[in-house]
């Protein structure tokens, strides 16, 4: 929010004397250093204008002095001629109505430009005008000796109505002419009184009693600076709002979408989220704007022929940024999509995009109607917050398809059976007031101890994409032998050309198969090779031996070879399925103990969070004995599930066998092994849990808090400090922390760990890069032994 600049709670008065009397004093010590014509030009103006050295109320009372003023003020600001500083000499606390400024300044706070405001801050929840602090901090400094620590900024916003844009700008002031007068008696307060007011949350309306604003006039000027900060300002405002994540608020998407306007200074730019859905589709069927894509949205058409084909496919394929500066002279300006574009007004595009821990989530859509002004160096700007709105995404995601299973199901999802007490005792408080409609009350648990980690399937999707690349070789590989033993026995010469096509396909395959390519392969096989077989087997019946086995290998739904894919599949669940036991059976332990909040999450591996707390237990007091069970516990059970996967994976080695030719040597069978690579987090400061009505499911609350989310999100893709080396590897207990403390709680369960044969006697003790807004991560890696 932003408060009226002209308006101060404190009466302020220009006075020139202090400054006047200074350049005097320095002439008199320092002749060289002030000119003699300047010093003539103060000493007659004075002469003619002695009022020049009163209290004056405002800027006009000067006016008829500017040519004066400015010739005054040179020594310390460049008044003439071209320059980009942004200064000028105001009245105190008030930098809208320059008394001497430089032209860049004048420019910067006419009142054509737009309007000046100030942008509050919140201090213990209260929104305040952050010139106070200052103001207060001059008093308590001159009248009774004390310091009040401030270092809030003062950020000035510009608006123009025109444009719709803002412009942001950092305040600094120089006080040194400035002073500050009590107009009456000083309230007399004890020294104690004034240090527990300092020790306290800054509240202005207990200070305006202790120190009345009308009882104090500030005299003097300010020299007064302005930075720009226009884009550090919109970023750190998308951030606060991305964070926020208010979906259900109308205006939250529509703040996002003005600072990014603000961040690349255009008034047109339309932004857009394209949601990736669990059903693996784009989200073109809900009328939300915050769920579906407001450019799929906005353009007629049929939401599957818009995107069939389309630019957003070939991002969901590849996962690379798409940037086109000139829609009319794009290759693809002939899709059904762009041509729509087109028609809207937008000439230029951008399509970002988003993951969430390497899962593919969402499209960021910026469309502008100027050619050009997206561009790869707008990639910079983006890239600042592209982390945010995947998280934000992510959320949003969850909250939609929350939704629809809600709708399905009509009913609540289910709570977990540690904290169904809290929720009752709810319910039956809304009863009683003889409320019939949804619980909205807020439900916190506070002072709960977390615990997080992560069993993760190292290289599971270069592993699958390896798996559909061998049965996509297996099938070519077939059809070659089927089509040469064609072409040998009825000298059918287009069967040669088609055998040389598989084996370029083949060899492509080979050599630099990614991901993407599966759908071009398969593609290739159901249109070019599947017709001409079956035209063999139908008009051929010497053929029909050779094609029963090419039948009997590709004889899925999808006409392709699943054989290694379905291995892979097989392999994941297993896993999934080992882990989800284990964890199972730990979690019954737990709970015999003592009361905790425990959920899994299945991916490719399994994650989990544990809470453990008094507020979660009805109150139970929570020993420490608990807290350090449950590390060690965590350390048993992460030894035992990775000794029983590698147990799982040497058996499964038997059964592998993989195509020679892929890999050239036969020996591939080890590289196609899960592994898995265990991650915890160290983590000994108590938070806050509050129960999200809307999403339906536990979430930290409050900003100190987030931290730890940002922790547990990003610490997978930690590397060692000085090397591309990832922390977690297969086979070993990667624990990450951020102060010595949270490693020494572990490290004594792993001596005791070692003498129980569990692990390896000895450790690394690591230093990680920092990660973004993560920073100080260090970790403990040690060594499962596997018999």
Not at 83 to 98: D, K, R
Not at 317 to 344: C, F, P, W
Not at 574 to 602: G, S, T, V, W
Request: proline letters at 4%; a negative charge; hydrophobic letters at 40%.
């Amino acid at each position: 929010m932003n408060i009226d600049f002209t308006n101060f709670a404190f009466k302020v008065k220009l006075n020139l004397r202090l400054f006047i009397d200074r350049v005097r004093e320095i002439s008199e010590n320092n002749p060289e250093s002030i000119s003699p014509e300047l010093l003539a030009s103060i000493n007659h103006a004075i002469s003619e204008h002695p009022e020049l050295l009163d209290l004056y109320d405002s800027i006009e009372d000067v006016a008829p002095h500017q040519e004066f003023l400015n010739e005054l003020f040179s020594t310390i600001l460049p008044v003439k001629g071209a320059t980009t500083s942004l200064q000028a000499v105001t009245l105190p606390f008030t930098a809208f109505q320059p008394l001497v400024g430089t032209e860049s300044y004048y420019k910067l706070v006419d009142p054509a430009q737009g309007i000046f405001t100030i942008t509050e801050i919140s201090i213990s929840g209260e929104r305040l005008d952050p010139r106070i602090l200052y103001a207060y901090k001059l008093i308590l400094q001159k009248f009774y000796g004390l310091e009040l620590k401030v270092d809030q900024p003062i950020i000035g916003e510009i608006f123009a109505p025109d444009t719709g844009l803002s412009r942001y700008f950092k305040l600094t002031g120089q006080s040194l002419f400035l002073d500050v007068t009590a107009l009456g008696p000083l309230p007399k307060i004890e020294a104690q009184d004034l240090q527990r007011l300092l020790e306290k949350g800054f509240d202005a309306d207990v200070w305006s009693k202790v120190l009345p604003p009308d009882l104090f006039v500030f005299t003097g000027f300010t020299l007064t600076t302005l930075m720009d900060i226009t884009t550090e300002q919109s970023i750190a405002r998308l951030q606060t709002n991305l964070i926020r994540r208010d979906f259900e608020d109308p205006q939250w998407f529509k703040n996002i979408r003005t600072d990014v306007q603000n961040l690349f200074r255009l008034k047109g730019l339309r932004l857009g989220i394209a949601t990736f859905q669990r059903d693996g589709r784009l989200n073109h069927v809900s009328k939300n704007p915050l769920w579906n894509s407001l450019l799929l949205k906005e353009l007629p058409g049929n939401g599957e022929e818009l995107l069939h084909n389309s630019v957003y496919e070939e991002i969901i394929r590849n996962g690379q940024t798409i940037i086109i500066e000139d829609l009319k002279k794009y290759s693809g300006a002939h899709h059904v999509l762009i041509r729509r574009m087109i028609d809207a007004g937008y000439n230029n595009l951008m399509l970002i995009p988003l993951y969430y821990q390497d899962q593919f989530i969402g499209i960021l859509e910026l469309a502008s109607p100027l050619i050009g002004e997206i561009n790869g160096l707008s990639l910079f700007k983006i890239s600042q917050v592209k982390p945010l709105f995947g998280m934000a995404l992510m959320r949003l995601q969850e909250e939609f398809e929350n939704r629809v299973e809600a709708m399905m199901m009509h009913q609540f999802t289910s709570i977990h059976p540690t904290i169904q007490w809290r929720f009752r005792d709810a319910a039956i408080h809304l009863i009683e007031k003889g409320g019939n409609t949804m619980i909205q009350e807020d439900i916190f648990f506070e002072e709960v101890f977390p615990f997080y980690g992560s069993l993760d399937i190292r290289d599971s999707s270069k592993k699958r994409t390896k798996a559909i690349a061998h049965d996509l070789l297996l099938n070519l590989s077939s059809a070659h032998t089927v089509l040469k033993k064609g072409y040998d026995t009825l000298s059918f010469d287009i069967l040669e050309e088609l055998i040389t096509d598989i084996e370029h396909c083949s060899h492509k395959v080979q050599s630099s198969f990614m991901s993407g390519d599966e759908a071009a392969v398969a593609l290739f096989i159901a249109e070019k090779i599947d017709p001409v077989i079956s035209h063999l087997d139908q008009h051929y019946p010497e053929m029909h031996t050779h094609i029963a086995a090419y039948r009997d290998l590709a004889k899925s739904e999808t006409g392709v070879c699943l054989k290694h894919r379905k291995e892979y599949e097989e392999s994941v669940a297993a896993i999934n399925h080992c882990i989800i036991r284990c964890m199972e059976e730990e979690e019954k332990d737990l709970q015999r103990l003592y009361p905790c909040y425990f959920e899994k999450y299945r991916t490719d591996g399994v994650e989990y969070n544990i809470y453990i707390g008094a507020s979660m237990a009805r109150g139970r007091p929570l020993d420490p004995l608990y807290l350090d069970n449950l590390r060690l516990r965590q350390l048993v059970w992460t030894c035992r599930i990775v000794r029983e996967i590698n147990t799982m994976q040497l058996e499964r080695k038997e059964s592998i066998k993989v195509d020679s030719r892929f890999d050239g040597n036969g020996h591939d069978e080890e590289n196609h092994l899960l592994k898995i690579a265990p991650l915890i987090l160290a983590y000994c400061t108590p938070i806050t849990l509050k129960f999200r009505h809307d999403e339906k499911r536990l979430d930290v609350d409050g900003a100190y808090n987030i931290r730890y989310e940002m922790l547990k999100k990003r610490i997978d893709k930690a590397v060692i400090a000085g090397s591309q080396e990832r922390v977690t590897q297969p086979g070993f207990i990667s624990i990450i922390y951020t102060r010595d403390e949270e490693a020494a709680l572990y490290e004594k369960h792993l001596n005791f760990l070692a003498k129980k044969n569990l692990i390896e006697a000895q450790w690394e003790k690591l230093q990680l890069d920092p990660l973004p807004g993560v920073e100080g991560m260090h970790a403990l890696r040690v060594k499962v032994i596997n018999s």
